[in-house]
């Protein structure tokens, strides 16, 4: 069974940084191929790309976070990371990590809150 899950979601100030992390479970993120995804959703908005990260190491950032947030894997702790930096009251959103493994599936953690305050 695959299971995601998201932490480091916090009240943060404008300006300032945090770091979210993706723990996978049931799935080796340095054996099994994989894209893993971070998605976040506004209240009232639709749920949006923000970054992801392939087996290969690839990654494909949405153009509003670009230089500013920053993901990466520690496959020993089995955890996909994303960083965030300079952060902005249009970034406070629920992130969900998202996860597509050929061999077992398509995977959402239950998310994690991210509060921007100006």
């Known amino acids: 069974q695959v299971r995601l899950v998201e932490f480091g979601g916090a009240l943060v100030q404008a300006g300032g940084s945090l770091r979210l992390s993706c723990v996978a479970s049931g799935v080796n993120l340095g054996f099994d191929a994989y894209v893993v995804s971070w998605y976040r959703q506004a209240l009232g908005r639709q749920r949006d790309l923000v970054v992801s990260?392939?087996?290969?190491?690839?990654?494909n950032y949405a153009d509003s976070v670009k230089g500013r947030f920053t993901i990466s894997r520690d496959i020993s702790e089995n955890t996909v990371n994303l960083q965030m930096s300079d952060l902005k009251p249009e970034d406070a959103a629920v992130y969900y990590c998202?996860?597509?493994?050929?061999?077992?599936?398509?995977?959402w953690g239950q998310g994690t809150q991210v509060t921007v305050s100006s």
């Open positions: 990260i392939g087996s290969g190491g690839e990654t």
């Open positions: 998202k996860g597509f493994f050929p061999r077992f599936g398509t995977f």
